[in-house]
């Protein structure tokens, strides 16, 4: 009994030591954590690009929901912006085009009220509410398997 127990700690010590040694950290929560750092980079990447070429007209100009200016959506003056910030990084009705003056608050009350404007016209406030709501209890946990998946939905 003794034997089998030492044996069991034996191979978890070995297991442990290896990884350390050969800096593996697949399968361990660093390695997963590193995997879902990396798959969020690039759903984002993904999300942000269909986010500004879904709502590009024939010429490839965006429209900026804060302020209505329009850029090429590929010129780097228009952004992906949040409306509730730091959260749903990959739904639909969080993320607009905007440009960057308006996402980086060149004109913080111009930016805020055009983007609520601009939600409550889109959505109406029932939906804001709801996705108020939503973002508070997901935040940006999304598992590998949901980022997968919204990179797969939104690559193009
Ligand atoms: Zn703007």
Known sequence: MNNVKKQKLKVKKDSASRVKRKGNTKGTGLGLQKSLKKLKKKAWKVFSIW??????????????CSCGDQYLWNSGEIHAGHWIH?????????????CYKCNL???????????????ARKYG???????RKEAY????????????????????
């Open 51 to 64: 986010v500004r070429k879904s709502n590009a007209n024939f010429n490839g100009y965006v429209a900026c």
């Open 137 to 156: 209890l997901k935040g940006n946990n999304y598992s590998i398997q949901e980022l997968e998946e919204i990179i797969k939905k939104y690559e193009c």
């Open 86 to 98: 730091d959260k749903l990084d990959y739904d639909e009705r969080n993320v607009h085009p905007q």
């Open 105 to 119: 608050k060149f004109n913080w009350k111009k930016a805020t009220t055009g983007y609520a404007i601009f939600m």
């Open 125 to 131: 406030v029932d939906e804001m509410d709801k996705l």
